[in-house]
């Protein structure tokens, strides 16, 4: 699913790099990706995906 249209940035693309780049804030994804830098709807978004998906990753991870 698209979460910026603006820029054309999709869900998939953010996921990947949380669980790739350890990415884990709004900041860190900008850093990556021009999201937000038009009208700025995507970033609630955008941070829900980053929060969701650092809680699906941490649910899987080896304890030890």
């Known amino acids: 699913m698209f979460v910026c249209i603006c820029k054309g940035i999709t869900d ?6 949380v669980t790739e ?6 900041r ?10 038009q009208c ?4 609630k978004v955008a941070q829900n995906i980053i929060d969701n998906t650092i809680i699906d990753e941490s649910l ?3 304890v030890g």
């Open 12 to 17: 998939h693309q953010i996921r990947q790099l």
């Open 21 to 26: 780049s350890g990415v884990g804030s709004m």
């Open 28 to 37: 860190e994804l900008k850093q990556h990706l021009p999201l937000g830098s």
């Open 40 to 43: 700025g709807t995507c970033v």
């Open 60 to 62: 899987f991870k080896e």
